[in-house]
């Protein structure tokens, strides 16, 4: 994956930038989760193991996602969160289309039936809503919503 520089809006002055996550943003990621209630709330050295994506603004992480492939042609979306002081600055916006830019193929993920902000992101991407999830996520229980993305 190549860095990127995304349209995301950090403190002033502060460059951003997209690029692969690794063990030595396990920390920011650690704390940018535990700031995310709505969140999926994993191990972080878990997403070792999947394709992770950091935004960095300035000299700190953002924000992060993390995706899978399912089959060919077939991605998901696992998790995706931002530090609460770069909400709303374009940094999750960055994070999803340098995951999307070059992909063709059909992309899924979760989301949380009580998060209206993130499906509103999802939705002005392109995502659409397929499916309600029942007793999808644990504390708090609630549904999650089921999203799909077809690139051209």
Known sequence: MATTRPRCRAEAGAACLVRRGGEADLAAIAAIQSASPQAAQWPPADYLSYDLRVAVCGDRVAGFLADRQVAGGEREILNLAVAPEFRRRGVARALVRSFLDGFHGVVFLEVRSSNAGARELY??????????RHGYYDFPPEPGVVM?????
Request: with cysteine; charged share 25%; aromatic share 14%.
């Open 148 to 152: 799909k993305f077809r690139s051209c």
């Open 123 to 132: 939705k002005s991407l392109g995502f659409q809503e397929l499916a309600l």
